[in-house]
């Protein structure tokens, strides 16, 4: 008789991405050079074209590991929802949320999982590049490896990496705002406030209400220091202004989920759980 028992995978590695391939090929490529790999990686498509999928499909034979892409219809910046599309989809009882503009340091899966622990999530650093570095390692002009003293990259304290020393430094922190572009917890962590909030629709705080909520349910937040790094491609324009109206929209309803003080969003990851196995789009 066949096991029909579900494999529980450790870690999934979960990449939101959106129309913009030749990012997306980069990040995982740095996924292919991790020391460590994660049980699974899937990609959480908010809609892109098909050249998004023959990315994937392209690399699909080099990892090691099943590569998934999940795909939602186009229909505006829908990111919490295809986070917890992601996640829903994944097999892993650790969750390591990335954004597709976000190239992996070596140790970057490793450091994770390393550093995990139950009742608490990681908040990782971004190293951010120009707009004029990324576009030259999107050309191909330069190798994906950066030295402390590469020109076009600012904060770069969030390049160093020792684990060791890690963790040492890397604190609990009283502040909840967070950043999902580098994010991990655990599934039940994850699920005990019913992931992202679908709310939130267009650019901005939908990661930072998520922390508050996880907060509220006494997950701890964690800063990373000297691990998880990660290194943002620029771009052209700052989501700031290309969104404002989004941003302030969004900010209303996090202060409207701060009122309410409930860390359980109704709207959020049970609209996407049911026993169907993981299929692909791609």
Request: proline share 4%.
């Given at each position: 008789?066949?096991?029909l028992v579900p494999t529980i995978m450790d870690t999934s590695l979960i990449i939101t991405t959106y129309n913009w391939p030749q990012a997306l090929d980069m990040v995982l490529r740095s996924v292919l050079r991790q020391s460590v790999?994660?049980?699974?990686?899937?990609?959480?498509?908010?809609?892109?074209?098909?050249?998004?999928?023959?990315?994937?499909?392209?690399?699909?034979?080099?990892?090691?590991?099943?590569?998934?892409?999940?795909?939602?219809?186009?229909?505006?910046?829908?990111?919490?929802?295809?986070?917890?599309?992601?996640?829903?989809?994944?097999?892993?009882?650790?969750?390591?949320?990335?954004?597709?503009?976000?190239?992996?340091?070596?140790?970057?899966?490793?450091?994770?999982?390393?550093?995990?622990?139950?009742?608490?999530?990681?908040?990782?650093?971004?190293?951010?590049?120009?707009?004029?570095?990324?576009?030259?390692?999107?050309?191909?002009?330069?190798?994906?490896?950066?030295?402390?003293?590469?020109?076009?990259?600012?904060?770069?304290?969030?390049?160093?990496?020792?684990?060791?020393?890690?963790?040492?430094?890397?604190?609990?922190?009283?502040?909840?705002?967070?950043?999902?572009?580098?994010?991990?917890?655990?599934?039940?962590?994850?699920?005990?406030?019913?992931?992202?909030?679908?709310?939130?629709?267009g650019w901005g705080k939908e990661d930072s209400e998520l922390a508050y909520r996880l907060t509220l349910a006494g997950i701890r937040k964690v800063n990373l220091r000297l691990a998880g790094v990660a290194y943002h491609l620029g771009?052209?324009?700052?989501?700031?202004?290309?969104?404002?109206?989004?941003?302030?929209?969004?900010?209303?309803?996090?202060?409207?989920?701060?009122?309410?003080?409930?860390?359980?969003?109704?709207?959020?990851?049970?609209?996407?759980?049911?026993?169907?196995?993981?299929?692909?789009?791609?």
């Amino acid at each position: 008789m066949p096991n029909l028992v579900p494999t529980i995978m450790d870690t999934s590695l979960i990449i939101t991405t959106y129309n913009w391939p030749q990012a997306l090929d980069m990040v995982l490529r740095s996924v292919l050079r991790q020391s460590v790999m994660p049980d699974e990686v899937v990609i959480a498509d908010d809609g892109s074209t098909e050249s998004t999928a023959e990315v994937i499909r392209a690399l699909r034979d080099q990892f090691s590991v099943p590569l998934h892409h999940i795909r939602q219809e186009d229909e505006g910046f829908r990111v919490a929802r295809v986070r917890n599309l992601g996640a829903s989809k994944a097999s892993g009882r650790y969750l390591i949320f990335v954004d597709g503009d976000m190239l992996l340091h070596r140790q970057f899966v490793r450091s994770h999982l390393a550093l995990r622990k139950p009742g608490h999530f990681l908040h990782g650093p971004r190293v951010l590049l120009s707009d004029e570095l990324a576009r030259d390692l999107l050309r191909g002009k330069l190798p994906p490896r950066f030295g402390v003293l590469q020109a076009g990259v600012t904060n770069r304290l969030n390049m160093l990496h020792s684990l060791f020393l890690s963790r040492l430094i890397s604190h609990r922190s009283s502040s909840w705002q967070s950043r999902a572009c580098n994010l991990s917890l655990y599934r039940d962590a994850f699920e005990k406030v019913n992931g992202f909030n679908e709310d939130f629709v267009g650019w901005g705080k939908e990661d930072s209400e998520l922390a508050y909520r996880l907060t509220l349910a006494g997950i701890r937040k964690v800063n990373l220091r000297l691990a998880g790094v990660a290194y943002h491609l620029g771009h052209a324009q700052s989501h700031e202004r290309t969104h404002s109206e989004d941003l302030r929209r969004n900010e209303a309803l996090l202060n409207k989920v701060i009122a309410n003080g409930s860390y359980w969003c109704d709207n959020g990851l049970t609209n996407h759980l049911t026993p169907a196995v993981l299929k692909d789009d791609a």
